[in-house]
Each structure stands twice: as structure tokens, then as C-alpha cells.
């Protein structure tokens, strides 16, 4: 199968029917960079901008994250990139920034709820993500959204960020999309209204099935009890993409469900516009999408 696959590499994700679909790659760092090029990636859906904040004693300066978002810029050549905003805190701890101990993490202070108690570590990002965005094409991503309310402070301090660049005469692309992720069932509910507040949406699976199952996803013990075709995960799912649609905006998955082989036709028929994956799955992805009917 992988000789066959192989056979789709540089084409484009196409049915026989003629609906389009873009396969992009989850990247979890730079040294993830070169595996999504040889996965004939066509975009990065997913760069988890974490690694800049593990393993390291303090806060990553703004000139350090720069660096790096304009190396996976560069090396993308033009090719969307999303970089993610952090989602520390559950799963991903990083000891400076000293995060009381919660009793249940995966519903306390991670991810966006840090940027907006923390402006100056969310401004940093930012300003370096603004920075790096002429040497390619970036959109922006920010996780664990949960209300309009949040996006719009979100969308406030990007636009703040661009108004110190102006200011200081910095350049910056003028065509950054700014996305937020659908991974909690609020998001999903409230899609109608968030999707007339952004560019795109990319749905998170793993945490919207965590969090709509009541299913931790760190937790062995109930694995057995995760049903990754669950219908109330598809039905929001399901939801989001008609709300992105008739806002005019475009909706990718980035959870793991996206490179599930027997949910593509489902995915297809809900008219998803991307899908991103590891990208060892991506041209297996492709051959199937390029079989299909319609
Ligand atoms: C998700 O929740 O599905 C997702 C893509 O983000 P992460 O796995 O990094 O939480
Ligand atoms: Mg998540």
C-alpha cells in the first residue's frame, strides 16, 4: 500500500466527483518540519508552538520564538502555515510559569485561559508570530476557546500587537487569518456566532472528545470506553462546518479523528476543507480521497 501511495505524491487531494480537500501536517516542533516535506504536506495545519516553552528554565524571549517561526516559514515556501498559540498547562507543564496545582487539569488554567491572564506572555508570542509573518504565509491559531467573549479578547490583543508594530514601524503581513480551535462542546454550540468573529476553524478532536464524552484523555483505565465515531462528536462536528460554511470561513480537523480512514467519506460529505495529520498518513490520505466517488 505504501509503494501505491507513493504513486500520489505532488498531486492534488481530489475525488473522481471533484471535491477538493487540503491534507496538511501536524508538527509538533522544527525537527517535524523535514518529515511533513517528505509527507508531500500541502500546508501545516497543526504547529504546536509548545516546544518553545518545555524544557527550559524561563519564559522564551521574543527574538527566540521569532527565529523559529520564521524557520518553519521558510521552509514551508509559501505553503500555509497555522502555528497555534501555547497550550500549556494540563498534559504540558512547564515549572516557571508556576501554575498552582489543580485538581483537574484538563478543565483548569491551560492554553488560552493563560494567555489572557498573562497578557505579557501572550503579547510576546504574538508580536513574534506578526514578525515572522513576511516570511511566508502564517495564520494564527488559539485553542481552548470556550465563548464570543474570549475570541473578541483574543481578537483585541492581536489587533494591539499590530498597532505597537505600526507604531514602531515593523512590518507584517496584512493577510494573517486568525483561527480559533473547536475542542471544547461550547465552541462546537456557539459555532454560529463564533464563525462571524474569525478567518477559520480546525477542530480538535482529541480534547472535543474528551471533553463531550466525559472521557480524560490521559486516562488508560477508560479507554475502553472511547468511541472515536461517537455521534455527538460527529454531530458537533458536523454543526461547526455548517455554521464555518455559511459564514463564508473554511473548517479543518486537526484531531486525530482527521486521519481516521473510515470517518474521510463522512468528513467529505460535511464538506471539511482541510484535514491535518501526521504526516506519515498524509499520501495513504491522498490515494483514498483521489478513489473516492464524490
Ligand atoms: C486536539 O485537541 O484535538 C488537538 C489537536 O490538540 P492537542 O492534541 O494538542 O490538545
Ligand atoms: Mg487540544
Given amino acids: 500500500e505504501r509503494a501505491e501511495a507513493e504513486c500520489y505524491r505532488g498531486r492534488a487531494s481530489v475525488t473522481r466527483g471533484g471535491r477538493k480537500i487540503e491534507l496538511c501536517a501536524n508538527v509538533g516542533g522544527p525537527e517535524d518540519i523535514e518529515a511533513a516535506l517528505a509527507g508531500d504536506a500541502e500546508g501545516i495545519g497543526l504547529f504546536r ?3 518553545l516553552y518545555l524544557q527550559r528554565s524561563d519564559y522564551p524571549d521574543e527574538e527566540t520564538q521569532l527565529s523559529a517561526y520564521r524557520d518553519v516559514l521558510e521552509r514551508m515556501g509559501g505553503k500555509r502555515v497555522v502555528i497555534r498559540t501555547l497550550d500549556i498547562g494540563a498534559d504540558k507543564q512547564a515549572d516557571y510559569f508556576q ?18 491572564t498573562r497578557p505579557e506572555v501572550f503579547r510576546t508570542q504574538l508580536r ?3 514578525r515572522a509573518s513576511v516570511y511566508g504565509k502564517l495564520a494564527i491559531m488559539f485553542p481552548m476557546i470556550t465563548s464570543p467573549a474570549e475570541v473578541r479578547s483574543v481578537l483585541e490583543a492581536a489587533a494591539a500587537v499590530r498597532g505597537e508594530l505600526d507604531a514602531e514601524g515593523i512590518p507584517y503581513a496584512g493577510d494573517v487569518e486568525l483561527g480559533i480551535m473547536i475542542e471544547t ?8 456566532e463564533l464563525a462571524r468573529q474569525v478567518d477559520f476553524f480546525s477542530v480538535g478532536t482529541n480534547d472535543l472528545t474528551q471533553y463531550t464524552l466525559a472521557l480524560d484523555r490521559q486516562n488508560a483505565s477508560v ?7 461517537h455521534r455527538a462528536v460527529l454531530r458537533l462536528i458536523a454543526m461547526a462546518a455548517e455554521n464555518a460554511h455559511r459564514a463564508g ?7 486525530e479523528l482527521g486521519a481516521d480512514p473510515s470517518l474521510l467519506q463522512t468528513f467529505l460529505d460535511l464538506g471539511i476543507d482541510e484535514l491535518s495529520m501526521s504526516p506519515g498518513a498524509i499520501l495513504r490520505t491522498r490515494m483514498q480521497v483521489c478513489q473516492m466517488g464524490q
Avoid at 462542546?185 to 454560529?192: C, D, I, T
Avoid at 479507554?223 to 465515531?229: L, S, V
Avoid at 470561513?249 to 484531531?255: A, R
Wanted: aromatic content about 8%; overall charge negative.
Fill in 49 to 51: 508552538s509548545e516546544f
Fill in 99 to 116: 501554575l498552582p496545582p489543580e485538581e483537574n487539569p484538563a478543565m483548569g488554567m491551560r492554553a488560552i485561559r493563560i494567555c489572557l
Fill in 128 to 130: 513574534a508570530l506578526y
Fill in 185 to 192: 462542546p461550547a465552541a462546537a454550540l456557539l459555532s454560529e
Fill in 223 to 229: 479507554a475502553c470506553f472511547d468511541d472515536p465515531e
Fill in 249 to 255: 470561513i473554511w473548517i479543518g480537523i486537526c484531531g
